[in-house]
């Protein structure tokens, strides 16, 4: 069994390669001007490989998935995994309006035929609660980061307080809060567009407070932006940020540091200088399970 990565994810893949106690490979990208990608596979490849390429940005990572994919097969591959500690395309799971194509379930479906098995993390899944229903026909493994994120946490010198943005988060932070007796709480949030974000805190006593606001992802960063402006308003001491999936589009970063958020952590789900929970353990306990 081998670890095969891309330059973009290479730290992270090669660490998996580490914890499992495997040879790591890498497939050369050539982009060409018009956009394209040229794919290259080592051809020493084993009967086994995994994969691992975190899925941000990703259209033109598919595609090269696609091409790498094609290529291992013709060489004898026989089993492959797809360890995507972001697996992306999750949120549009059903379509609002007339004519919308509905990600979740086409780029699932598409996996699930590419892929032996499908490991990913936290996946951003609203109306179903197992990754199969989202990608079929394959072994499909959703895996969780709160224990890493728990032990985090508890190694913080001061105990604060966990606050999720939205309902949706209270599944990660009600977890946080099992694992580290820490308190918690959730705010309601009601989007009325990308960029547009409003946050309703809990009627609670926020003075003084040591707050982490805690989600899966940070994409423009208005939620929690709006979050953290709203608990220093309220007289929270300190307001830091801990998120699975690191997206941070565009200025995202300057909204936060506008909002007054003092630390982003985060885990290396996807590179960023926010990285504080390493992956890999994690994604290695399932591959051996
Ligand atoms: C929403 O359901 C998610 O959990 C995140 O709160 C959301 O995706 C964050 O997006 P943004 O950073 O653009 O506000």
């Known amino acids: 069994m081998q670890v095969v990565g891309f330059r973009d994810y290479h730290k992270q893949a090669k660490r998996l390669a580490k914890q499992l106690g495997v040879k790591y490979v890498e497939v050369a990208v050539h982009h060409f001007p018009d956009g394209e990608s040229k794919v290259t596979l080592p051809n020493t490849l084993d009967a086994e490989i995994i994969i691992c390429r975190s899925l941000d940005h990703p259209n033109d990572k598919l ?86 994120m728990s032990e985090f946490l508890a190694n913080r010198p001061n105990p604060p307080l966990l606050l999720g ?28 567009g990308d960029h547009n974000v409003e946050i309703m805190l809990p009627k609670i006593d926020f003075n003084d407070r040591i707050v982490v606001i805690v989600d899966d992802v940070a ?20 307001v830091n940020c801990l998120i699975t999936h690191p997206l941070f589009a565009d200025n995202a970063e300057q909204v936060l540091s506008n909002a007054c958020i003092n630390h982003i952590w985060s885990t290396d789900s996807i590179n960023h200088h926010s990285n504080v929970i390493q992956l890999a353990p994690l994604l290695a306990k399932a591959i051996n399970a």
Not at 166 to 190: F, R
Not at 222 to 236: C, D, E
């Open 165 to 192: 943005p939205d309902s949706e988060s209270e599944q990660w932070v009600k977890q946080i809060a099992e694992h580290t007796g820490l308190d918690w709480e959730i705010a309601g949030k009601q989007r009325h």
């Open 63 to 148: 595609i090269e998935l696609l091409l790498a994919c094609e290529v291992a097969r013709q060489q004898g591959v026989r089993h492959i995994t797809l360890v995507a500690p972001y697996l992306c395309y999750m949120r549009q799971d059903i379509a609002f309006n007339s004519g919308e194509a509905v990600s979740q379930k086409i780029i699932g479906q598409w996996l699930g035929q590419l892929f032996d098995r499908v490991i990913t993390v936290d996946p951003h899944l609203h109306r179903i609660d197992n990754l199969n229903q989202a990608i079929p026909n394959t072994e499909a493994i959703s895996l969780s980061a709160t224990n890493l």
């Open 219 to 238: 994409s423009t960063g208005r939620t929690i932006a709006q979050a953290a402006k709203q608990l220093k308003q309220a007289g929270a001491q300190t």
